[in-house]
């Protein structure tokens, strides 16, 4: 293992993976539709100097909750399933950073939670 230590999160929306290094103020990095692992990812490995990384599975991928209903996959449902991460991770605030659809997961975000996320 490289370091990233896995937990299983329990939220009212489901349970989902999460892979976590470093320390310093938290840092959620999640991509749509593509799974982490314990070897963590290349992207993500550049903040953990700085921050408590947090590699999020989201649903479908990994371990994490498997969706209901096809709506349960969207960008929408994303959020709202990172929020209830965030909540029972026991962060007021994290910073989220992202690429390709993990990017747009990003933007999305500070438009519905402006209060809960750190951009910079």
Not at 70 to 78: G, K, N, T, V
Request: charged content about 20%; hydrophobic content about 35%; proline content about 2%.
């Amino acid at each position: 293992m490289n370091g990233w230590e896995e937990s299983l999160v329990e939220t009212s929306r489901g349970t989902f993976e999460v892979f976590m290094k470093g320390k310093g103020q938290p840092l959620c990095v999640t991509h749509l539709y593509s799974e982490f692992n314990d070897s963590g990812d290349y992207f993500a490995e550049v903040f953990t100097d700085h921050h408590r990384v947090c590699l999020v599975n989201l649903r479908e991928t990994g371990r994490s909750a498997k969706a209901a209903e096809p709506h349960h996959l969207s960008m929408f449902e994303s959020v709202l399933d990172l929020e209830a991460i965030r909540d029972m991770l026991g962060y007021k605030k994290w910073g989220v950073a992202g690429h390709s659809t993990g990017g747009c997961l990003a933007f999305y975000i500070a438009f519905t939670f402006p209060n809960t996320y750190t951009f910079s």
